[in-house]
């Protein structure tokens, strides 16, 4: 599973305080399923929640949120598209710690297809129990090219947080 770790990484990068104690940050991995379709192919999905953690946050959570959306536009984009999804697969709680800080945590619903595919040429002994395993990126958007970007989100004057998003192959 790829997502978890980009997720992390994309939320360090992009808010302040995660990127100056991004120890406070956590993500784990909750009700996870292989969902596999029986055909010939061993090629199944990871279907879980990500449950993200962040203790004693002290930054706004327009810096969380926005760049999470932003994620999940290029990672998840199905969640924007469907209309049940859209309703459902993002959730939060907010345990206030004091006038400053809370505990904050986010589960999100994801998926990550994986493409199990025989060898070159199945019917030779060498390469009939030979499989190569790949994660294939999330489609494009019909119509979108993506180009690198850089990103910032900003409230009343603050810089709340700031990403780069790499251009896609076409």
């Not at 992390?8 to 969902?35: C, M, N, Q, W, Y």
């Not at 760049?67 to 999804?85: G, H």
């Not at 939060?92 to 589960?107: C, G, H, Q, R, Y």
């Not at 019917?123 to 294939?136: D, I």
């Amino acid at each position: 599973m790829r997502k978890p770790a980009s997720l992390r990484s994309h939320l360090t990068a992009a808010t302040p305080e995660l990127r100056r104690d991004p120890d406070k940050i956590s993500i784990f991995v909750r009700e996870g399923r292989i969902v596999a379709a029986g055909a010939e192919s061993l090629s199944f999905e990871y279907s879980y929640t990500v449950n993200v953690v962040l203790l004693d946050y002290a930054g706004d959570a327009n810096a969380l949120m926005v760049p999470l959306l932003a994620w999940l536009r290029v990672n998840q984009i199905e969640i924007f598209e469907n209309t049940a999804l859209r309703q459902k697969s993002i959730r939060f709680e907010v345990e206030p710690l004091n006038k400053e800080t809370a505990d904050i945590s986010i589960e999100i619903d994801l998926t990550e297809p994986v493409v199990v595919a025989p060898g070159a040429d199945p019917t030779s002994p060498e390469t009939t129990k030979r499989y190569t395993v790949s994660s294939p990126a999330e489609p494009e958007r019909v119509g979108a090219l993506r180009v690198a970007e850089h990103w910032e989100v900003w409230f009343q004057g603050e810089l709340l947080a700031d990403w780069d998003f790499e251009a896609t192959e076409p």
